[in-house]
């Protein structure tokens, strides 16, 4: 009698059980201070450096973003482009756009030929395939209004590790190894990152004198000089050597943009995120917005019930994203429409709880194989409460292959991010639409999105990863298991995830993510799945404990990044 009457209040003590705190894949790290999350633990030290002698959380994130130029070279840039978001202690919010542009001669059918068929590599490899680098004029941009130290101060840690060198680590020289086909192709790239062959090795010095070079030149003449100076001819005649498009007028004439962030709520937090021309905040906030009508909490994490729901709202969400979105400065976007709650409510009636909705009857398409992906992320909080979260990248890993000769860096193969030709799928198997078409000094699509989330309107959680289109649904994830399923930062970042982009239509899961039971479930409801499951992102993630004030950090387990704080 007493037995049966123990149980149900036992039941309810579990029931009431707070969310867990301890999880089986640790603990993020903890700092009283600030905290800088990257994919380089070298890179990480920089940042928490800055802090430390009294920088802001802005002044970080530069010194944090040219470092990862010299340590992890895949993605980290000066070629490249990317968005910071920015939160400041005060309030304030502000994205920088420094996406790259298309080159004035850019047109709508460079990479085509005359039967209109798409030319392989031709948007994805080499000279022709590059668009204008946006990171050293958003990282100025950013310093300029929101920073506190000058230009010089937050170069010179990437100089000194450009010129002293830094020790490969085993994930580094392992990237290098593997990206050995594409970085073969131009001399200057076999000469620097493979040593014509003779491939480093971990725990080997990487000294790169050409870039500390560039890096010394930008210090001493300031910013403007990749854009108008020696630099700016070097980059020129790599162009002219290679037949690239890009001219001088091309490289004065970029602007880093700051635009209004993105704003929402999910179960009462407060989500800002970034606008056009990412495509990430439109789609993560039309995912949120569609799954708050559900209990997601009581599904069950990863329960075929659960993994159904979320595939359902990526379908719609990236259905979308092909049909309406593109550069805001050149096409018409419904943004207001695509992130209304109204639209969500919506979409959300026409989601079968059991059975999976076909792609092709919400839009046209093929399905296409995944390749590689880079980019990378890095989120830094400071003491006074001021937040970055940037996430920029050379688009492929490596880029475009191609190292301005004498410059040191690799620049970025951005151009494949424009539709090509519509109907075609990208190098992400992406379908893209006419707004998304290449025009002169348009930028193209992306799919990064830095995330900043409030907790009774204090900054909460703050993260972002690579992944080229699984970037979005990589940040969606994270905030449900935060959000909805209250797990510690470093689990909300270690748990399985899926990924469905509406085409091609299937879903992608990672290694061990999904058990046997639950992949027969879901295609018992109509779900295909990739042949093969796979990683996917490189989430870099900060939380402030309400409670504490404490900065906890965690960088993804997939790859080799590491939270450092202070
Ligand atoms: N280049 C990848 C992205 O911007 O989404």
Redesign the pocket.
């Not at 009283?32 to 999350?37: E, F, K, N, T």
């Not at 296409?368 to 980019?375: L, P």
């Given at each position: 009698m007493k037995k049966r009457g123990l149980l149900p209040i036992l039941m309810l003590l579990v029931m009431l059980e707070p969310p867990p705190t301890s999880a089986f894949v640790g603990q993020p790290v903890r700092a009283r201070h600030g905290l800088v999350a990257s994919t380089h633990e070298v890179a990480s030290r920089v940042g928490v450096e800055i802090l430390q002698r009294g920088g802001n959380a802005v002044d970080a994130a530069v010194a944090v973003a040219l470092a990862l130029a010299v340590v992890h070279p895949a993605a980290g840039n000066l070629g490249g482009g990317?968005f910071m978001l920015i939160r400041l202690a005060d309030g304030r919010t502000t994205v920088i756009d420094y996406?790259e542009m298309a080159p004035a001669r850019a047109h709508r059918d460079m990479y085509v030929d005359e039967k209109g068929e798409i030319i392989p590599e031709a948007s994805t490899v080499g000279h022709r395939a590059v668009a204008v680098p946006g990171t050293v004029a958003g990282l100025a941009l950013a310093l300029e209004k929101y920073g506190t130290m000058s230009w010089a101060d937050v170069c010179r840690p990437a100089e000194r590790l450009a010129r002293e060198g830094v020790v490969l680590t085993h994930a580094e020289a392992e990237s290098l190894k593997r990206a050995a086909q594409l970085l073969s192709r131009f001399p200057e790239s076999r000469r620097i990152f493979l040593r014509d062959g003779r491939y480093y090795e971990e725990g080997e010095i990487f000294r790169q004198p050409e870039l500390a070079e560039t890096l010394r030149r930008l210090i001493e003449h300031g910013p403007r000089e990749f854009y108008e100076g020696e630099t700016a001819r070097r980059i020129l005649a790599e162009m002219e050597a290679g037949g690239g498009v890009i001219t001088l007028d091309d490289l004065r004439n970029y602007r880093a943009i700051e635009r209004e962030p993105l704003r929402t709520t999910y179960r009462g937090y407060e989500l800002i995120t970034v606008p056009p021309p990412?495509?990430?905040g439109v789609a993560l906030i039309e995912m949120l917005h569609i799954l708050e009508g559900f209990d997601l909490r009581a599904l069950g994490h990863n329960s075929a019930d659960y993994v159904h729901l979320l595939v359902e709202a990526m379908r719609r969400a990236f259905a979308d994203r092909a049909q309406f979105l593109g550069d805001p400065d050149f096409a018409r976007i419904p943004v207001k429409g695509l992130t209304s709650r109204r639209y969500a409510e919506a979409l959300r009636q026409t989601i079968d709880p059991k059975r999976a909705t076909p792609s092709a009857t919400l839009s046209g398409g093929d399905a296409f194989a995944y390749e590689s992906?880079h980019?990378t992320h890095f989120t830094v909080v400071d003491a006074a409460g001021n937040v970055v979260a940037n996430?920029y990248?050379?688009?492929?890993s490596y880029g475009s292959g191609v190292t301005v000769r004498g410059a040191g860096f690799l620049l970025?193969n951005?151009m494949?991010?424009f539709t090509s030709k519509p109907g075609a799928p990208n190098m992400?198997g992406l379908l893209q639409s006419e707004a998304n078409q290449i025009a002169p000094r348009k930028r193209?699509?992306?799919?990064?999105t830095p995330t900043i989330v409030l907790k009774d309107g204090k900054p909460w959680l703050a993260l972002g990863s690579?992944g080229?289109?699984t970037?979005i649904n990589t940040v969606l994830q994270i905030i449900l298991n935060a959000i909805d399923f209250g797990m510690n930062l470093q689990q909300a970042l270690a748990m399985p995830r899926v990924h469905h982009q509406w085409m091609p239509d299937q879903i992608v899961y990672e290694p061990f993510g999904l058990s046997r039971d639950t992949i027969e479930a879901l295609r018992a409801r109509g779900h295909a799945f990739t042949e093969r499951p796979r990683y996917m992102g490189d989430a870099q993630a900060i939380m402030i404990e309400p409670e504490t004030g404490m900065r906890l950090g965690a960088s993804d387990p997939r790859r080799d990044g590491k939270p450092v704080g202070y």
């Amino acid at each position: 009698m007493k037995k049966r009457g123990l149980l149900p209040i036992l039941m309810l003590l579990v029931m009431l059980e707070p969310p867990p705190t301890s999880a089986f894949v640790g603990q993020p790290v903890r700092a009283r201070h600030g905290l800088v999350a990257s994919t380089h633990e070298v890179a990480s030290r920089v940042g928490v450096e800055i802090l430390q002698r009294g920088g802001n959380a802005v002044d970080a994130a530069v010194a944090v973003a040219l470092a990862l130029a010299v340590v992890h070279p895949a993605a980290g840039n000066l070629g490249g482009g990317g968005f910071m978001l920015i939160r400041l202690a005060d309030g304030r919010t502000t994205v920088i756009d420094y996406r790259e542009m298309a080159p004035a001669r850019a047109h709508r059918d460079m990479y085509v030929d005359e039967k209109g068929e798409i030319i392989p590599e031709a948007s994805t490899v080499g000279h022709r395939a590059v668009a204008v680098p946006g990171t050293v004029a958003g990282l100025a941009l950013a310093l300029e209004k929101y920073g506190t130290m000058s230009w010089a101060d937050v170069c010179r840690p990437a100089e000194r590790l450009a010129r002293e060198g830094v020790v490969l680590t085993h994930a580094e020289a392992e990237s290098l190894k593997r990206a050995a086909q594409l970085l073969s192709r131009f001399p200057e790239s076999r000469r620097i990152f493979l040593r014509d062959g003779r491939y480093y090795e971990e725990g080997e010095i990487f000294r790169q004198p050409e870039l500390a070079e560039t890096l010394r030149r930008l210090i001493e003449h300031g910013p403007r000089e990749f854009y108008e100076g020696e630099t700016a001819r070097r980059i020129l005649a790599e162009m002219e050597a290679g037949g690239g498009v890009i001219t001088l007028d091309d490289l004065r004439n970029y602007r880093a943009i700051e635009r209004e962030p993105l704003r929402t709520t999910y179960r009462g937090y407060e989500l800002i995120t970034v606008p056009p021309p990412s495509s990430g905040g439109v789609a993560l906030i039309e995912m949120l917005h569609i799954l708050e009508g559900f209990d997601l909490r009581a599904l069950g994490h990863n329960s075929a019930d659960y993994v159904h729901l979320l595939v359902e709202a990526m379908r719609r969400a990236f259905a979308d994203r092909a049909q309406f979105l593109g550069d805001p400065d050149f096409a018409r976007i419904p943004v207001k429409g695509l992130t209304s709650r109204r639209y969500a409510e919506a979409l959300r009636q026409t989601i079968d709880p059991k059975r999976a909705t076909p792609s092709a009857t919400l839009s046209g398409g093929d399905a296409f194989a995944y390749e590689s992906e880079h980019t990378t992320h890095f989120t830094v909080v400071d003491a006074a409460g001021n937040v970055v979260a940037n996430t920029y990248t050379l688009n492929g890993s490596y880029g475009s292959g191609v190292t301005v000769r004498g410059a040191g860096f690799l620049l970025n193969n951005e151009m494949d991010d424009f539709t090509s030709k519509p109907g075609a799928p990208n190098m992400f198997g992406l379908l893209q639409s006419e707004a998304n078409q290449i025009a002169p000094r348009k930028r193209p699509l992306s799919a990064m999105t830095p995330t900043i989330v409030l907790k009774d309107g204090k900054p909460w959680l703050a993260l972002g990863s690579p992944g080229g289109p699984t970037i979005i649904n990589t940040v969606l994830q994270i905030i449900l298991n935060a959000i909805d399923f209250g797990m510690n930062l470093q689990q909300a970042l270690a748990m399985p995830r899926v990924h469905h982009q509406w085409m091609p239509d299937q879903i992608v899961y990672e290694p061990f993510g999904l058990s046997r039971d639950t992949i027969e479930a879901l295609r018992a409801r109509g779900h295909a799945f990739t042949e093969r499951p796979r990683y996917m992102g490189d989430a870099q993630a900060i939380m402030i404990e309400p409670e504490t004030g404490m900065r906890l950090g965690a960088s993804d387990p997939r790859r080799d990044g590491k939270p450092v704080g202070y």
